[in-house]
């Protein structure tokens, strides 16, 4: 059974950077992709960044486009989500997830790690 674990949110003044991780356990395939997605209050979970198991194929929503960058290190079972300037309007929950190939959902979630950005 995977598992994902978020870490590294925080609060944080607008302007400054966090980088949440996402330890993965108890794979017993490579992923295809992994992704980061937030849900703010009142709102419907989004999609941010998305990266291959290879980390040569990296995708973002146009808000995390310039200001975000996703990585992985795959000898420590670990993605991030490098967050630079940072607005009150990327405040949320963020959840890492996984999906393999042969089903176009992600079908594995970490439990959320709360960012919050002060203005």
């Known amino acids: 059974q995977v598992q994902l674990v978020e870490s590294g949110g925080g609060l944080v003044q607008a302007g400054g950077p966090l980088r949440p991780s996402c330890a993965a356990s108890?794979?017993?395939?490579?992923?295809?992709?992994t992704g980061w997605f937030r849900q703010a209050p009142g709102r419907e979970r989004e999609f941010v960044a998305a990266i291959s198991w290879s980390g040569g194929v990296t995708m973002y929503a146009d808000s995390a486009k310039g200001r975000f960058t996703i990585f992985r290190d795959n000898a420590k079972n670990m993605v991030y989500l490098q967050m630079n300037s940072l607005k009150p309007e990327d405040t949320a929950v963020y959840y890492c997830?996984?999906?393999?190939?042969?089903?176009?959902?992600?079908?594995?979630w970490g439990q959320g790690t709360q960012v919050t950005v002060s203005s």
């Open positions: 108890g794979r017993t395939f490579s992923p295809f992709r």
């Open positions: 997830a996984e999906r393999t190939a042969l089903v176009v959902s992600y079908g594995y």
